[in-house]
């Protein structure tokens, strides 16, 4: 336009811009600004979740106008595409949705940068009904190409490196949401895993590329995808709220908000990866070396030169060898071996397994340092804890191994698989203490899962052991030092059908010496893939946190923190009370399966047969004891019905029928009825209150309520103890009492008069046979009460030691035991007996005198006339001439 021209206004309408010069139009066209407008184009949008939001502003309102979402890029869709059937993928949560609220736009966080890694999420979020990491970004209050966010360093192909890509992005989010009220966004970090779960169909060189901590490049990543993407894992976490984190935030500015929030997000990752592949160890002689430069290890070295009279250097040798026969050297290719091994292995072995109460150790294993505390019954336990949970998503724990299993070939396998070694005592080597006590500390530090067996050793009886409390007194002092985690317990019930063990079980509970493990020992093992040996359950029970022991013992606890060398005087009892409460949280998520219950029934009768009516009759009252009154709400009960239990144990070769014409008739024998007290031991625990009832009507029809639970809870103690029964006395008490009012109510019993007084039918009936049969699967126990007590006072005080007590005791067991011919081995087992002559103790009914000899008072001996009402004439007969002793003792303790 020439100068001093000024552009006039050619028309008055809506589409013509005054401020501006009109081109020419062409000859024979009307001028463009008097075209009449195109029509709209409408484009039919299907429905997208969640709804479109437009970019808010002061002259357009949110939502005023749908924004256009762009397509991800065609070589992006065609890669996944080309990346689909090689996929398959397992979400955690199944339904992320659930987790998500639909009216708020979603931008996902991701650990890693990497083509697959967006591939793999897209995909995973069309199949949950989650919107497209890769179409979402416009719907954000701070626009983006993507949904999406990589906590890793950004790599550009030519340009500069990009270390703070996510906090950049997280902080434009921040920005955007000051600016506009009323909008949030859901960040969601999502965790992903490719070659993970073990299946039947894996192959041996797809564990070389499974998924571990190493970044590996594109072409390790494209091999990884190809051979085991069908494996894939796609964690979802609960979303966080940017605009509650904005309120909450107390005035702390977006940028320091931002790079808050990403370290929390780097740190949340290395947790959910630790929890599902294992913790990142470095090399074994890395972890040595950090072990021998601790300070306690330090001042043991400096100590042991000193006594020993050698060289610093020559003790710090000996403490390394220590730490290199102790240390794991934990393999993710050895254990993803392991679990494509053991997944054909456990096919041949069982006819399944079975996980209950999974879920909640799921939820509480990010974040803490997981202790897998175990029932102790097969060499096989490690090995189906580790394979059940790394199978469903968790590491396996690196697990203490006695160092009699550290044998040539297998030392070296199980190290790689997360065993360390421990020799069975080693009091007397401080060196030796020191280094094992700095390894167990340094696996805390690192977040290390670990198993141990408080029970020291597998359970020949099928009872819980009684527990050695010694890597629990290691774990919490190396808690109390450095308390960086939570430490939480994790009791675990395995129960079993069938032992592989059974054999050698028998053989040492018949009194050969225990066989001593060696290589041609394992390869004879193999020998158990000939047999079937049933179903096998584990079931985890209620988590045991430490702090809260702690806190029940020293509520100043944390006062103690880092003292090397003070032992608080609370430590032991916090100790042996920790050790208690495992035990019981494990016999509180037992699982009872058919061949318990056979186990239970038969051998209570005299010759371990019953007429299969009878049979199917008592073990329809078992489940109703379990299911009307249930222990705990962790036992789990087999659904088969009596008949269905009846037929699957003549299956498994444990009971034989024997075909008479007035009905048959289901028996056990020999060895197998041995084998058989192994499988009621396991839930013993869980009719003592029914069999403690039954039994007072064993030698009374009639009986005062007020008796049967006065008498119940002097005994209780002593049945606790062994049994590891969950119950105060008055919570016991209670039980009883329900125990009685279901007997009422099912016949078994009757009340006469006010209901003070309590009544069983006739000998003959059904419902005394029942109850008969229910009190003797507890009755062996009250007779080695009787023994014992009757022993002490058939002798007088004075008269014994508690180890001299202990052996006659045994003694007599073992003699009544053949004269009565018993099946039950346990009937003479020698810590059952130390354990009840502890109780006494504790309880003030005897006590040592200065010569340390055994001294008591006279209720003792009236314990012993009571004994008539639950133990028949013949069997206190029987034992008061076994024990030695004098006569007129004999005769004051014997009479009715």
């Known amino acids: 336009m020439a100068a001093g021209t000024t552009a006039t206004p050619c028309c008055t309408g809506a589409r013509c811009w005054p401020s501006r010069p009109h081109p020419p139009a062409w000859p024979g066209q009307p001028a463009p600004w008097l075209r009449p407008a195109p029509p709209a184009r409408t484009v039919p949008q299907r429905p997208r979740w969640p709804p479109v939001l437009a970019r808010a502003s002061p002259d357009r309102p949110m939502n005023a106008r749908p924004v256009r979402e762009r397509r991800p890029p065609w070589a992006l869709s065609l890669l996944g595409a080309l990346l689909r059937p090689w996929l ?32 793999i999420l897209d995909q995973a979020c069309q199949e949950a009904g989650l ?80 998924e571990n901590w190493a970044v590996v490049g594109r072409f390790r990543r494209l091999l990884a995808l190809l051979l085991n993407g069908r494996d894939s894992i796609v964690h979802f976490s609960p979303p966080v709220s940017l605009r509650k984190l904005l309120i909450e935030a107390d005035g702390e500015t977006p940028p320091r908000l931002a790079l808050k929030l990403s370290r929390v997000l780097r740190a949340h990752f290395r947790r959910v990866r630790a929890a599902v592949i294992g913790p990142d160890l470095s090399h074994r002689r890395t972890l040595v070396d950090a072990l021998l430069a601790s300070e306690p290890v330090r001042t043991a070295i400096t100590q ?167 890597m629990l007194a290691i774990t919490l002092r190396a808690f109390l030092r450095t308390p960086r985690r939570p430490v939480v317990f994790q009791p675990v019930y395995i129960g079993y059908e069938k ?35 049933g179903r096998v359950t584990l079931n985890f029970g209620e988590p045991i946190f430490l702090e809260r022991i702690l806190e029940q013992h020293a509520p100043d606890w944390r006062s103690t923190r880092g003292n090397e060398d003070e032992r608080p005087g609370w430590f032991p009892k916090a100790v042996d009370s920790l050790a208690e409460r495992i035990n019981i949280e494990v016999n509180r998520a037992a699982h009872v399966n058919p061949i318990n219950l056979l186990a239970v029934c038969l051998l209570a009768t005299p010759k371990h047969a019953l007429a ?21 709400a962790r036992v789990t009960i087999t659904p088969a019905a009596p008949e ?23 028996v056990t024998e020999g060895d197998q009825a041995v084998l058989l007290s192994y499988f ?75 209901a003070r007084l309590l009544e069983r039918g006739a000998g003959q009936d059904d419902e005394a046979y029942q109850l008969r049969v229910l ?83 006279a209720e003792l001996a009236a314990v012993v006339r009571d004994a008539r009402l639950i133990l028949s004439r013949g069997v206190r007969e029987t034992v008061l001439k076994i024990v030695p002793g004098s006569e007129p003792a004999a005769s004051t303790a014997s009479g009715d």
Request: charge should be positive.
């Open 88 to 119: 398959k993928i397992k979400r955690d949560p199944a339904e992320p949705a659930q987790l998500l609220d639909p009216e708020q736009p979603v931008l996902y966080v991701i650990e890693r940068r990497g083509i697959s890694d967006t591939l």
């Open 131 to 210: 919107p497209s990491p890769l179409r979402a970004g416009r719907r954000l209050p701070a626009r983006r190409r993507r949904a999406l966010l990589a906590l890793d360093p950004q790599h550009g192909l030519f340009g500069p490196r990009r270390r703070h890509a996510a906090r950049d992005g997280l902080l434009a989010q921040l920005r955007a949401l000051q600016s506009q009220p009323g909008r949030d966004v859901q960040l969601v970090p999502v965790s992903i895993y490719v070659g993970r779960a073990p299946n039947r169909e894996s192959g041996w060189f797809r564990v070389l590329f499974s």
């Open 304 to 470: 042991n030169a000193l006594k020993e009279k050698t060289s610093r250097a020559s003790a710090q040798r000996r403490a390394r060898g220590y730490a290199m026969e102790i240390a794991a050297d934990y393999s993710h290719p050895v254990v993803r071996s392991a679990s494509f091994a053991l997944s054909g292995f456990w096919n041949k072995l069982f006819d399944g397994i079975s996980m209950h109460h999974f879920e909640s150790l799921r939820a509480i294993a990010p974040g803490h340092e997981v202790i897998y505390v175990p029932s102790h019954r097969s060499h096989a336990d490690y090995l189906l804890l580790s394979y059940q949970l790394y199978k469903n998503g968790l590491v396996p724990p690196h697990i203490a191994a006695g160092v009699n299993l550290n044998l040539p070939v297998v030392g070296p396998l199980l190290r790689r698989g997360g065993a360390f070694f421990l020799r069975r005592s080693f009091k007397a080597n401080a060196l030796y203490s020191s280094v094992f006590a700095a390894y167990v500390d340094q696996l805390l530090q690192r977040g290390v899962a670990m198993e141990y067996f408080v029970e020291g050793g597998r359970s020949r009886t099928g009872r819980l052991l009684p527990p050695r409390a010694g």
């Open 499 to 533: 032992l592989m063990e059974g054999d050698s079980y028998l053989d040492e509970l018949s009194g050969r010496p225990k066989q001593k493990e060696s290589l041609l020992g394992v390869l004879r093992g193999f020998g158990v893939l000939r047999r079937r040996y």
């Open 612 to 632: 299969e009516q009878d049979l199917r009759n008592q073990l329809a009252l078992y489940k109703t004891l379990l299911t009307e009154l249930p222990y705990s």
């Open 644 to 666: 269905e239990i009846v037929a699957y144990g003549e299956r498994m070769g444990w009971i034989r029928r024997i075909k008479h014409p007035l009905g048959d008739v289901l």
């Open 680 to 754: 009621r031991n396991n839930v013993l625990h869980l009719f003592a209150p029914a069999a403690w009832v039954a039994a007072c009507f064993l030698n009374n029809r009639r009986m005062a309520r007020a008796s049967v639970l006065r008498m119940g809870r002097m005994v209780y103690p002593f049945i606790r103890s062994e049994l590891f029964l969950p119950w105060d006395d008055n919570s016991f008490g209670e039980r009883l009492g329900a125990t009685i009012e279901l007997f009422v109510r099912h016949g078994l019993l009757q009340t006469v008069g006010d």
């Open 775 to 857: 009190a003797h699967s507890l009755l062996q126990t009250f007779e080695r009460y009787y023994i014992a007590i009757a022993t002490l006072v058939k002798a007088g005080p004075g008269a014994f030691t508690a180890a001299e007590l202990e052996q006659t005791c045994v003694l007599t067991a073992q003699r009544l035991s053949l004269l009565q011919q018993l099946t039950a081995p346990e009937f003479f087992d020698k810590a059952l007996f130390r354990g009840f002559i502890q109780q006494l103790r504790e309880q003030g009914a005897v006590r040592s005198n200065s010569a340390n000899k055994l001294e008591f008072d």
